[in-house]
């Protein structure tokens, strides 16, 4: 496995600057065709660190305006991190976060949300004892009280298992319907760009798919998405694009049909 991952590093990636701890960030770009559209989120050799442990070692990724990206990589390999950079609840502590145009890096959680950064985040956390409805409605702290529910309707109409429940507590939903609400409390906040952290993590496999045409209809209405998924396979299949990530690093890209397809991607990546 090693030999292998280091036959296509070899093949396919080219050095790129090192970081701070003297670390050195390869890419390996599989894709022929240039990708479409202006960038939303440009992120340059992003580092970041937990105390004195580094785990983003100098990333640097895009995002097009109405693609759809995913993230994948195996445990441990940083993507719910970058994805926290990105929202600015974890430090980039080197580096640049450019969101349309405009440097971010520093910016407060807030200030990014209200820019149209929005963050379904790993292991959904919703407020259990909180009702549905009020759930959502957290989600919308940066938008004006009258667009509290029209946006309602909005997510009542994308789900309609939380119109019916909307006065329940969050935690009485089954997984997929947690799954569906920290989902639907990420729109309201009406991303630009929708930051989507393991939405498959821990469901029933027919679930699952429902919650990936939920993703690919967004995608189809021109939201811009970063995914993150440990369900590589489903990930690249939906993606437009895609990056993998090891240790920290972007180690492949490409577009998502095209990693999919590639034995020796599949085989030393993705475990398929
Ligand atoms: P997973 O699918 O397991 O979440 P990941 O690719 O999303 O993997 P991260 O969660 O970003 O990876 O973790 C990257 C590294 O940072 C791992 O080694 C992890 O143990 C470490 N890490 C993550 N969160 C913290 C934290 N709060 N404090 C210290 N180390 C952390």
């Known amino acids: 496995?090693?030999?292998l991952r280091q036959r296509i590093a070899q093949l396919l990636t080219t050095e790129r600057p090192g970081d701070d701890s003297g670390d050195t960030t390869s890419t390996g770009t599989i894709s022929q065709v240039p990708r479409a559209g202006r960038d939303l989120l440009q992120i340059r050799d992003v580092r970041s660190r937990y105390g004195r442990i580094q785990v983003l070692h100098g990333l640097s990724i895009n995002v097009g305006e109405g693609e759809l990206v995913a993230l994948v990589g195996a445990n441990g390999a940083g993507?719910?991190?970058l994805l926290r950079c990105i929202s600015g609840v974890q430090p980039a502590s080197a580096g640049t976060i450019m969101f349309e145009n405009q440097a971010i890096t520093?910016?407060?959680?807030?200030a990014r949300v209200r820019l149209g950064i929005c963050h379904s985040p790993e292991g959904r956390q919703v407020f259990g004892p909180m009702s549905i409805e009020d759930n959502l409605i957290m989600g919308a702290y940066t938008r004006p009280t009258k667009d509290i529910a029209p946006g309602l309707n909005e997510i009542y109409d994308l789900f309609p298992i939380l119109r019916e429940k909307r006065a329940l507590p969050a935690g009485t939903l089954s997984g997929g319907q947690q799954q569906m609400l920290a989902l639907g409390r990420a729109l309201m906040g009406r991303p630009k760009?929708?930051?989507l952290d393991e939405p498959s993590m821990g469901l029933a496999p027919l679930i699952v798919?429902?919650?990936f045409r939920i993703i690919r209809g967004l995608k189809q209405r021109g939201m811009t998405v970063l995914l993150v998924e440990q369900n590589a396979r489903a990930a690249l299949s939906i993606?437009?694009?895609a990056y993998v990530l090891e240790t920290g690093k972007v180690m492949l890209?490409?577009?998502g049909s095209e990693l999919l397809a590639n034995d020796d991607v599949r085989r030393a990546y993705l475990g398929m």
């Open 209 to 211: 798919e429902e919650i």
């Open 239 to 241: 993606a437009d694009y």
């Open 1 to 3: 496995m090693i030999q």
């Open 106 to 110: 520093s910016a407060r959680p807030a």
């Open 253 to 255: 890209e490409g577009r």
């Open 79 to 81: 993507k719910t991190t």
């Open 193 to 195: 760009l929708l930051l």
